[in-house]
């Protein structure tokens, strides 16, 4: 394994049976199936968790009497099928007699069993002695839930019967569909007499067993659904695990023009029994993103002017346009003003809506600003806004920044991927003369970033994890709680350095938190070819092995005639969303690579759908998204890229493998026609 995280919880002294003193009551090792190659190592304490007294004490008066720890019941957190886990308790004699411990049992499913290792039952303990048992727990998708109680058996004349519940904190089956709800199923362009195929992938993000109960096509009969591998319904997957349903959509158009429809999946998410996915075909669609849908305006002072700024992100190849604005009031209290208007936004690209609040009187004021534009799903889209003004006078934002090894502030940067800019706030000001409270957010940053601002009052610092363009800002609020009327921001520009930088990200749906410190570990490779082979690291010496991952981050490449390429992996993520980046500066002319993904370790959080980028000379030049990765060993190789000495072209490419035989070790042969299209644009390497 390459990484392994372990903590410790001290637990206060007790006492055993015999009378040893323990630092740790019990030491668990629990084992994950070893197909995930996952080992955790538990260590806890059983009284101090409680809130309890550590250790009992005698009640005067009493004969044998038990105490147990924890009380009432044992409370599991999530445990996903297939796994198990074990949380300990303890049976404690706090009477002036000996407490005789008949026997103990677990009275209910098959998923729970009582652990009593290096203890006899029956036993006899003495007062103010323990005996520490553990109750370990494997949920299957039969039985999810333990559904029972562990009764304990001693002379204890008030409690001869001692019940401990036995609980589990399991989430329940919750629908993951890949394309979502809001991005839609969409079928191109598909001529009459033709047919086209798109897949939908069912899995479960859940903790318990998500139930298919039905899927059904609400749309003419141009279009038809089919499960694939055979599977019939009802059926059952199970939760963050390779399980996926996979249903293949089907668009035979008998004439000509848009078709619409929709499937609709019945199972037993709580949350969303009846799950609608749109379907659109003959007519790719635009896609509006608007970020914030709800905009607020918390004490603003009268007569002054606050403006905050809603993004209206188009989310679809199809151009988005943005036709126009209407408020639902009069009331001269709002403004705004739209860029980007009436012109075509490509994905990914941005409109602003910048709205203004000036109140002339306290109180409170609301407003809906209706979006017009041509995303069929929201043509007349609603931003809802409310304000409130007050007589205090509004505080003024001032921001700054640096790269973090400069001492020169400034209010625009042009920096690189993995640099740190750190942020200062310090020359706000408040006109009543009252403290200040900051607040520093990221509003935009490049696609797939996972960078957190981090701030400490007036400052505050933030890793440049993703080229591309970052927009940091800054808000002030002074004592009466009044926020500054503007906010400041600072623009970044994240421009690779080097000829070639490689990008990985990816997304985990079952990992509900991938900015953490447990997730998902996806590594990204790059090869050289054409001598180069998946996995390979080399001769230690030398350092010349030929695929750049963690375990060869910066290797030599020497090129006959040419001196050393010098590759380098200058960034590994193993517990979440990336993201990865190789670098290569000065490549050879005329020279093939090769891109792949590997999915090192599931860590149990199920399918993780990767997306990679080349940037050429600090431009982007090729992104693949979505790879689907299934679990643990699947490796896809995505792309090949050739360097022509004045520029390079990139291929995407699909060769997927399930485990680590199949591809460590193999060569990346370039076909022909890849080779014939690359020559095509780079002549001057036909020589």
Not at 74 to 96: A, E, H, I, M
Not at 211 to 222: R, Y
Not at 326 to 341: H, I, K, M, P, T
Not at 595 to 606: C, K, P, R, S
Request: glycine letters at 6%.
């Amino acid at each position: 394994m390459r990484r392994i995280r372990q903590s410790r919880i001290d637990a206060c002294p007790m006492r055993m049976a015999e009378g040893h003193s323990i630092g740790t009551l019990m030491e668990i090792i629990t084992v994950r199936p070893t197909s995930r190659k996952i080992f955790s190592l538990i260590l806890f304490a059983a009284c101090a968790q409680t809130g309890m007294s550590c250790g009992p004490t005698l009640d005067e008066g009493s004969d044998a009497r038990i105490r147990v720890t924890p009380p009432k019941q044992v409370t599991f957190s999530r445990v996903t099928p297939g796994d198990s886990r074990s949380l300990p308790f303890v049976v404690s004699s706090v009477g002036k007699d000996p407490l005789d411990v008949q026997r103990i049992e677990w009275a209910g499913s098959q998923v729970v069993r009582i652990v009593a290792e290096n203890v006899e039952i029956p036993a006899k303990l003495e007062a103010l002695t323990s005996i520490p048992l553990a109750v370990e727990y494997t949920p299957t998708l039969q039985n999810p839930a333990p559904n029972g109680k562990i009764r304990i058996y001693s002379n204890d004349a008030s409690v001869p019967v001692y019940t401990l519940d036995v609980v589990a904190q399991q989430l329940a089956p919750q629908i993951h569909v890949t394309p979502s709800q809001e991005e839609r199923l969409i079928i191109g362009q598909t001529d009459v007499g033709k047919k086209s195929t798109r897949n939908v992938v069912i899995t479960n993000i859940g903790d318990l067993a998500l139930n298919i109960s039905d899927i059904q096509l609400n749309a003419t009969s141009a279009f038809g659904i089919e499960i694939a591998n055979g599977v019939t319904l009802p059926v059952a997957i199970a939760p963050n695990a390779a399980n996926q349903l996979d249903v293949n959509v089907s668009f035979a158009p008998q004439s000509e023009g848009r078709a619409e429809g929709s499937l609709v999946i019945l199972s037993n998410d709580p949350d969303n029994p009846r799950y609608v996915l749109p379907i659109i075909a003959n007519s790719d669609t635009p896609c509006m993103r608007i970020e914030p849908k709800v905009l607020e305006f918390p004490d603003v002072s009268i007569n002054s002017k606050q403006t905050r700024t809603v993004t209206l992100t188009s989310c679809s190849a199809v151009p988005l346009v943005i036709s126009g604005v209407e408020r639902s009031s009069q009331s001269d209290v709002f403004s705004y003003a739209l860029s980007n208007g009436n012109t075509e936004l490509r994905e990914g690209d941005s409109a602003e809506l910048e709205i203004t609040f000036a109140p002339t009187a306290i109180g409170s004021a609301s407003d809906i600003f209706t979006v017009m534009n041509n995303d069929p799903l929201q043509p007349n889209a609603k931003i809802e806004v409310m304000g409130t003004a007050s007589k205090n006078r509004c505080p003024d934002a001032s921001a700054r920044a640096r790269l973090s090894s400069s001492s020169e502030w400034a209010k625009m940067l042009d920096l690189s991927p993995l640099d740190t800019v750190i942020f200062d706030g310090s020359l706000s000001s408040d006109p009543e003369g009252t403290s200040l409270t900051y607040y520093w957010t990221v509003k935009s940053a490049p696609k797939d970033s996972t960078s957190r601002i981090v701030s400490n009052g007036s400052e505050a610092s933030l890793f440049l994890d993703l080229a591309g363009n970052y927009e940091v800002c800054l808000n002030v609020k002074d004592a009466d709680n009044t926020m500054s009327c503007s906010t400041d921001c600072i623009m970044i520009s994240a421009v690779p350095r080097e000829t070639i930088h490689v990008q990985l990200v990816w997304n985990t749906p079952g990992d509900d938190d991938q900015t953490d410190a447990e997730g998902a570990d996806l590594d990204l490779h790059f090869m050289s070819l054409p001598d180069g082979t998946w996995g390979d690291t080399g001769t230690k010496e030398l350092n010349n092995g030929t695929d750049v991952f963690f375990l060869n981050k910066e290797p030599v490449w020497p090129i006959q005639g040419q001196g050393n390429e010098l590759p380098s992996l200058d960034i590994d993520d193993a517990d979440g969303a990336g993201p990865e980046n190789i670098n290569l500066d000065h490549p050879t002319p005329c020279r093939w690579y090769a891109v792949g993904v590997h999915y090192y370790l599931d860590n149990a959080f199920g399918p993780s759908y990767a997306t990679v980028r080349v940037y050429v000379d600090g431009k982007k030049r090729f992104e693949r998204a979505n790879i689907s990765l299934a679990q643990t060993g699947a490796f896809k190789h995505v792309a090949y890229l050739f360097w022509g000495g004045s520029g390079a072209s990139a291929f995407a490419y699909d060769a997927a493998y399930s485990k680590d035989e199949d591809w460590i070790g193999k060569p990346a042969p370039v076909p022909q026609e890849l080779i014939d299209e690359a020559m095509a644009s780079f002549p001057e390497c036909k020589k």
